[in-house]
């Protein structure tokens, strides 16, 4: 039975595990009974200043411990979240205040070359009705008359499963951000359910280079680490050469993020495999040493995405899973189902076939701000993600790229990841990313490949290998030779820049 | 002289109906005995309104409860509390001050705003009984924790003079207001003492109304007089809201029976709606005969309506079925001409927006007889508070626990409660609820509480005590009276020994028979 409200959560957290660090960053450490003490002394000074159950409270800040501090405030009076990433240029952050009717924002007054003081002075404020109240981190206080407390106090007591608890934008990767409502309930349990097969138990101290502003870094970092009793190592600005120090320093024991920024680390001079020694199996392959036989274990890569409120799919990281699952990232997690429906009829699909993706459950988000819910779910619960792939006999679901991937050829559906996992499948081919492009009116299928070190990859002889495993229309016309993955365009979420990407595959005709 | 224009507000939220039917100047909306407004009234005085509650910080989700009763100053304070994209929580004044307490401590209302009385009700006292402070302002209440303000009438915030500058704000505030925005939070009475708040959106509520306007053939040429109260669904959406979408005129009355023929000769309604039995007082006055109510054409307030007009039986007559979950009426069917035999009882089909099919319980298969399941986007979004999955199941039907028949033609027939709520005069009653108040005033006493059939309420809440032989019945009435709406309060007490119970064979009291035995 997992806990199902942040502010239980907190109390929990504060009597089982008082001295055990919740939040650890460069500068400053808050364990588990000072975050409870400390959340409500801000939460007691926030509700003096009028913020209430229900509000919709902005926080636009860098990853920290105080990032942590101040969501714990907001969100233990029931006050409804709503982090803000630091990246939004200020017509995007009004346009996100707007959305989510933010009624007082926290924020940073600067970070990063940004100065966010004078930018939120230039906000337009009358086109912002609900925002009553700037406040920034430096001018924060805590604590208040005893009334305040109880009052507090009282607010606490009063948060039920159901209320909502966070506002999470997608990082508009696909489209235009969407602010994804989740409720104490769902993304308390959501986040619960995937814990064991993450690896992350009491005790753990998790290293994650993702903001806190996103699901990754919220929901896969901070909720975990909260939920699990475990402790969360962030960074404002992570740098390879501090955060090996850092990590050492702080005895690190789980590493997570994108491969790339587990590879970064890698290939930084200062790194030698024995450094981290007290990072466990689970964490991102390329940091960890070889094991004994020689082989890497064979790691679900993880699904998830804002509206499950993080990983909803894996499988134990830490073992592996089955030879006969490479490729797949492990099975849903409880509270969420998965089902495959064909992309023109919307019919459910057998096992085994390559369609949309929709799901449902108790631990699915509850909607997406100022969309009303028949434009978000249908009419028995299925969410349409807008991702493919297929599941397997077993369960096992195996992702196969973004539905706006997805390459009309010839009136044919054709699934990019199909043509990378054949193309992987090549001995010289390490990583391949494929795409439809148009040229000249054409659309063509175009690949960036990845050598595998050493080998040499020459585009007339990959062309031939794949005839023999695909069809003919569907083998990649035009090709990209990476000299390394850095070489390869990401949005700053590290997920692959599409647009970019063509531009890439066009420019090296 | 150049305006600036205004921003751009959605059709289908309470703004963009307003600013719409505002062009009906001074065409009335609402009559209520002596107090009227008209349709440029309730945009101004709704506007200024807003713009005080704006400036005392209600916003866009805000929570604030309204108790008042059918009244201009209702219509107003739901218009500028709902314009703005707070949300209103109405309240019935029906209410004793522990129900109150219950209320705005589960809807976590931030804001209440209170009419100082309502027929003979000291509404201004018992709200201080109630929050147990004489305070209005910068409220920090442990009991109720979200509660800042309360306003006891609305003059303090209608003397405020209107600024451009505040003008501009509502305005702003209008514009962002969303179709998926919640506009009400409306209370029913549970299967357990808790009150359940059942959230409906702007885009929901609008939509519902102008299909059930079309349905009905509600137009503005029409006049409804229906005396629903406006702090239930029915009353809030089927009258109020239908008729301000409408740009008809709602006349209501709570005066004395002569006064209310008065006005029904002077207003003349061409429409009636709600509780037949509520009007029997009216068709009981002397005189009655010689009153000229031949404006009445349609409806369902049999009693009062030209004879012409009448159904043969109003068993020949469609039903309306409605329900707080379902944002008013679910069944309907054309209820201004007799029914064939056959369809006795019916309570016709879904609205449009509402899906609906009959289920045997057990099985959970479609059945011609069963429990009532409704979904669709006219329907709740959930209840207050608890999570989706406890509203409705996982194909996101919503359980009525009502029992229904279904024919042929696909028309439905409303058998009982799956559950046990009692129906009496339009209220709903819960028996657990009413169980709790006679043990607490009992010290601990047993008694089962059941609605027994009755031709003009529907049903009576009839309380069996159990082995309270002596019960002194007028002492525990005056105590009941102190935590339960009129309503609620047994009209019968009936004294059994345990013995004398009827009992399923799980050992289980045999709730049908008892009915059957104090019948």
């Given at each position: 039975?997992?806990?199902?409200?942040?502010?239980?959560?907190?109390?929990?957290?504060?009597?089982?595990s008082?001295?055990?660090?919740?939040?650890?960053?460069?500068d400053?450490?808050?364990?588990?009974?000072?975050?409870?003490t400390?959340?409500r002394?801000?939460?007691?000074?926030?509700?003096?200043?009028g913020?209430?159950k229900?509000?919709?409270?902005?926080?636009?800040?860098?990853?920290?411990?105080?990032?942590?501090l101040n969501?714990?405030a907001?969100?233990?009076?029931?006050?409804?979240?709503?982090?803000?990433?630091?990246?939004?240029?200020?017509?995007?952050?009004?346009?996100q205040?707007?959305?989510?009717?933010?009624?007082?924002?926290?924020?940073?007054?600067?970070?990063?070359?940004?100065?966010?003081?004078?930018?939120?002075a230039?906000?337009?404020?009358?086109?912002?009705?609900?925002?009553?109240?700037?406040?920034?981190?430096?001018?924060?206080?805590d604590?208040g008359t005893?009334d305040?407390?109880?009052v507090?106090?009282?607010?606490?007591?009063?948060?039920?499963?159901?209320?909502?608890?966070?506002?999470?934008f997608?990082?508009?990767?696909?489209?235009?951000?969407?602010?994804?409502?989740?409720?104490?309930?769902?993304?308390?349990?959501?986040?619960?359910?995937?814990?064991?097969?993450?690896?992350i138990?009491r005790?753990?101290?998790?290293?994650?280079?993702?903001?806190?502003?996103?699901?990754?870094?919220f929901?896969?970092?901070?909720?975990?680490?909260?939920?699990?009793?475990a402790?969360?190592?962030?960074?404002?600005?992570?740098?390879?050469?501090q955060?090996?120090?850092?990590?050492?320093?702080?005895?690190?024991?789980?590493?997570?993020?994108?491969?790339d920024?587990?590879?970064?680390?890698?290939?930084?001079?200062?790194?030698?495999?024995?450094?981290?020694?007290t990072?466990?199996?689970g964490?991102?392959?390329a940091?960890?040493?070889?094991?004994?036989?020689?082989e890497?274990t064979?790691q679900?890569?993880?699904f998830?995405?804002?509206?499950?409120?993080g990983?909803?799919?894996?499988?134990?990281?830490?073992?592996?899973?089955?030879?006969?699952?490479a490729?797949?990232?492990?099975?849903?997690?409880?509270?969420i189902?998965?089902r495959?429906?064909?992309?023109?009829?919307?019919?459910?699909?057998?096992?085994?076939?390559?369609?949309?993706?929709?799901?449902?459950?108790?631990n699915?988000?509850?909607?997406?701000?100022?969309?009303?819910?028949?434009d978000?779910?249908?009419?028995?619960?299925?969410?349409?993600?807008?991702?493919?792939?297929?599941?397997?006999?077993?369960g096992?679901f195996?992702?196969a790229?973004?539905?706006?991937d997805?390459?009309k050829?010839?009136g044919?559906?054709?699934?990019?990841?199909?043509?990378?996992?054949?193309?992987?499948?090549?001995?010289?081919?390490?990583?391949?990313?494929?795409?439809?492009?148009?040229?000249?009116?054409q659309?063509?299928?175009?690949?960036?490949?990845?050598?595998?070190?050493?080998?040499?990859?020459?585009?007339l002889?990959?062309?031939?290998?794949?005839?023999?495993?695909?069809?003919?229309f569907?083998?990649?016309?035009?090709?990209?030779?990476?000299?390394?993955?850095?070489?390869?365009?990401?949005?700053?979420?590290?997920?692959?820049?599409?647009?970019?990407?063509?531009?890439?595959l066009?420019?090296?005709? | 002289?150049?305006?600036t224009?205004?921003?751009?507000?959605?059709?289908?939220?309470?703004?963009?109906v307003?600013?719409?039917?505002?062009?009906?100047?001074?065409?009335?909306?609402?009559?209520?005995?002596?107090?009227a407004?008209?349709?440029?009234?309730?945009?101004?005085?709704?506007?200024?309104?807003?713009?005080?509650?704006l400036a005392?910080?209600?916003?866009?989700?805000?929570?604030?409860?309204?108790?008042m009763?059918n009244s201009?100053a209702?219509?107003?304070?739901?218009l500028?509390?709902?314009?703005?994209?707070?949300?209103?929580?109405?309240?019935?004044?029906?209410s004793?001050?522990v129900e109150?307490?219950?209320?705005?401590?589960?809807?976590?209302?931030?804001?209440?705003?209170a009419?100082?009385?309502?027929?003979?009700?000291?509404?201004?006292?018992?709200?201080?009984?109630?929050?147990?402070?004489d305070?209005?302002?910068?409220?920090?209440l442990p009991?109720f924790?979200?509660?800042?303000?309360?306003?006891?009438?609305l003059?303090?915030l209608?003397?405020?003079?209107?600024?451009?500058?505040?003008?501009?704000?509502?305005a702003a505030?209008e514009?962002?207001?969303s179709?998926?925005d919640?506009?009400?939070i409306?209370?029913?009475?549970?299967?357990?003492?808790?009150p359940?708040?059942?959230?409906?959106?702007?885009?929901?509520?609008?939509r519902?109304?102008?299909?059930q306007?079309?349905?009905?053939?509600?137009?503005?040429?029409?006049?409804?007089?229906?005396n629903?109260?406006?702090?239930?669904?029915?009353?809030?959406?089927?009258?109020?809201?239908?008729?301000?979408?409408?740009?008809?005129?709602?006349?209501?009355?709570?005066?004395?029976p002569?006064?209310?023929?008065?006005?029904?000769?002077?207003?003349?309604?061409?429409?009636?709606?709600?509780?037949?039995s509520?009007?029997?007082?009216?068709?009981?006055?002397?005189g009655?005969a010689?009153?000229?109510?031949?404006?009445?054409?349609?409806?369902?307030?049999y009693?009062i309506m030209?004879?012409?007009?009448?159904?043969?039986?109003?068993?020949?007559?469609?039903?309306?079925l409605?329900?707080?979950?379902?944002?008013?009426?679910?069944?309907?069917g054309?209820g201004?001409?007799?029914?064939?035999?056959?369809?006795?009882?019916s309570?016709g089909?879904?609205?449009?927006?509402?899906?609906?099919?009959?289920?045997?319980?057990d099985?959970?298969?479609?059945?011609?007889?069963?429990?009532?399941?409704?979904?669709?986007p006219?329907?709740?979004?959930?209840?207050y508070?608890?999570?989706?999955?406890?509203?409705?199941?996982?194909?996101?039907?919503?359980?009525?626990?009502?029992?229904?028949?279904?024919?042929?033609d696909?028309?439905?027939?409303?058998?009982?409660?799956?559950?046990?709520?009692?129906?009496?005069?339009g209220?709903?009653v819960?028996?657990?609820?009413?169980?709790?108040?006679?043990s607490?005033?009992t010290?601990?006493?047993m008694s089962?509480?059941i609605?027994?059939?009755?031709?003009?309420?529907?049903?009576?809440?009839?309380?069996?005590?159990?082995?309270?032989?002596?019960?002194?019945?007028?002492?525990?009435?005056?105590a009941?009276?102190?935590?339960?709406?009129?309503?609620?309060?047994?009209?019968?007490?009936?004294h059994?020994?345990?013995?004398?119970?009827?009992?399923?064979?799980?050992?289980?009291?045999?709730?049908?028979k008892?009915?059957?035995?104090?019948?």
């Amino acid at each position: 039975m997992s806990i199902e409200t942040l502010p239980a959560l907190l109390a929990l957290r504060a009597e089982d595990s008082p001295g055990v660090d919740a939040v650890v960053d460069h500068d400053q450490r808050v364990g588990y009974a000072e975050l409870d003490t400390r959340s409500r002394e801000r939460a007691a000074w926030l509700v003096a200043r009028g913020v209430n159950k229900g509000h919709r409270v902005g926080l636009l800040m860098e990853n920290g411990c105080e990032w942590a501090l101040n969501a714990c405030a907001a969100m233990r009076i029931g006050a409804t979240l709503v982090p803000l990433s630091t990246l939004l240029k200020p017509p995007e952050l009004a346009a996100q205040l707007a959305l989510a009717g933010v009624r007082q924002l926290v924020a940073t007054p600067a970070f990063h070359g940004r100065d966010y003081r004078a930018e939120l002075a230039d906000l337009d404020r009358a086109a912002l009705p609900s925002l009553a109240a700037v406040y920034f981190s430096d001018e924060l206080g805590d604590g208040g008359t005893p009334d305040r407390f109880a009052v507090t106090d009282a607010l606490a007591d009063s948060v039920r499963p159901g209320d909502d608890m966070v506002v999470i934008f997608t990082s508009g990767s696909g489209g235009t951000p969407r602010g994804v409502i989740h409720t104490h309930g769902g993304a308390l349990r959501a986040n619960a359910a995937g814990l064991e097969a993450r690896c992350i138990r009491r005790g753990e101290r998790l290293y994650l280079p993702m903001p806190l502003f996103w699901a990754g870094g919220f929901a896969g970092g901070l909720v975990s680490a909260l939920n699990a009793g475990a402790t969360l190592l962030t960074e404002a600005i992570a740098e390879p050469a501090q955060t090996l120090g850092f990590l050492q320093r702080e005895q690190v024991t789980l590493f997570r993020g994108w491969p790339d920024q587990a590879a970064q680390i890698a290939l930084h001079p200062d790194f030698h495999p024995r450094q981290l020694e007290t990072l466990k199996p689970g964490s991102l392959p390329a940091l960890l040493p070889a094991s004994p036989h020689g082989e890497r274990t064979r790691q679900a890569s993880l699904f998830g995405m804002t509206e499950t409120f993080g990983p909803c799919c894996g499988y134990a990281m830490d073992t592996g899973m089955p030879a006969d699952k490479a490729g797949s990232c492990g099975k849903p997690f409880a509270g969420i189902e998965l089902r495959i429906v064909d992309p023109d009829s919307g019919e459910p699909l057998p096992a085994g076939k390559t369609g949309c993706l929709q799901l449902r459950g108790r631990n699915l988000f509850r909607g997406i701000c100022g969309r009303e819910r028949e434009d978000t779910f249908t009419a028995d619960g299925w969410f349409a993600s807008g991702d493919l792939g297929r599941l397997d006999e077993d369960g096992f679901f195996y992702f196969a790229g973004r539905g706006d991937d997805m390459i009309k050829l010839r009136g044919v559906s054709v699934f990019p990841a199909e043509i990378a996992n054949a193309l992987e499948s090549l001995a010289s081919v390490q990583r391949a990313f494929v795409t439809g492009l148009e040229l000249e009116g054409q659309l063509h299928v175009g690949a960036a490949i990845l050598p595998e070190p050493g080998a040499y990859c020459v585009p007339l002889e990959l062309e031939r290998e794949l005839a023999t495993r695909l069809t003919s229309f569907k083998v990649p016309s035009r090709w990209h030779v990476l000299s390394s993955l850095e070489e390869l365009p990401r949005t700053p979420t590290g997920k692959v820049d599409r647009p970019a990407l063509c531009a890439l595959l066009l420019g090296s005709a | 002289m150049p305006q600036t224009a205004l921003p751009q507000t959605s059709p289908d939220t309470l703004p963009g109906v307003l600013r719409e039917q505002a062009a009906l100047g001074s065409r009335l909306l609402l009559v209520v005995d002596t107090d009227a407004l008209d349709y440029a009234g309730a945009e101004s005085r709704s506007r200024t309104v807003a713009a005080a509650l704006l400036a005392a910080g209600v916003g866009r989700g805000s929570r604030v409860a309204i108790l008042m009763g059918n009244s201009s100053a209702f219509a107003v304070s739901f218009l500028a509390v709902t314009r703005l994209g707070a949300i209103a929580i109405p309240l019935s004044t029906l209410s004793t001050a522990v129900e109150l307490q219950v209320l705005l401590r589960g809807s976590d209302a931030e804001y209440l705003l209170a009419a100082p009385a309502y027929r003979g009700l000291d509404l201004a006292a018992r709200v201080r009984e109630s929050i147990g402070s004489d305070a209005q302002t910068a409220l920090m209440l442990p009991a109720f924790p979200a509660l800042r303000r309360v306003w006891i009438g609305l003059d303090a915030l209608e003397a405020a003079d209107m600024s451009d500058t505040a003008a501009q704000a509502v305005a702003a505030a209008e514009s962002q207001v969303s179709p998926a925005d919640v506009l009400v939070i409306a209370h029913t009475s549970g299967s357990t003492s808790a009150p359940k708040g059942v959230i409906h959106t702007h885009g929901q509520v609008i939509r519902n109304m102008r299909g059930q306007n079309r349905l009905r053939d509600y137009t503005r040429d029409e006049r409804l007089f229906s005396n629903s109260p406006f702090f239930w669904i029915g009353g809030l959406a089927y009258s109020f809201l239908s008729t301000l979408i409408a740009g008809a005129r709602l006349i209501c009355s709570g005066a004395q029976p002569q006064a209310t023929l008065d006005l029904l000769e002077a207003q003349r309604p061409t429409m009636c709606n709600g509780v037949a039995s509520t009007v029997l007082v009216l068709a009981a006055q002397p005189g009655f005969a010689e009153r000229d109510l031949s404006s009445l054409r349609r409806g369902n307030l049999y009693p009062i309506m030209p004879p012409d007009t009448r159904p043969r039986d109003p068993e020949l007559r469609c039903n309306l079925l409605g329900m707080t979950e379902t944002g008013s009426v679910s069944l309907y069917g054309d209820g201004d001409s007799d029914l064939p035999e056959e369809k006795r009882g019916s309570f016709g089909r879904p609205v449009p927006g509402i899906r609906a099919r009959v289920v045997d319980p057990d099985t959970g298969e479609d059945s011609s007889e069963g429990e009532f399941l409704v979904r669709g986007p006219n329907i709740m979004q959930g209840y207050y508070g608890r999570e989706r999955w406890q509203c409705f199941d996982a194909d996101g039907w919503f359980h009525t626990g009502d029992r229904m028949r279904i024919d042929a033609d696909g028309d439905f027939y409303f058998l009982g409660r799956e559950g046990d709520i009692i129906r009496t005069s339009g209220a709903q009653v819960s028996p657990r609820e009413v169980e709790g108040a006679i043990s607490d005033c009992t010290g601990g006493g047993m008694s089962l509480v059941i609605g027994v059939p009755d031709p003009q309420r529907g049903q009576v809440v009839t309380a069996v005590l159990v082995d309270a032989v002596g019960t002194d019945e007028n002492a525990l009435r005056d105590a009941l009276a102190q935590r339960l709406s009129p309503y609620k309060i047994p009209r019968r007490f009936v004294h059994l020994t345990e013995a004398e119970l009827p009992t399923l064979s799980s050992g289980k009291v045999d709730l049908k028979k008892l009915v059957e035995l104090v019948s």
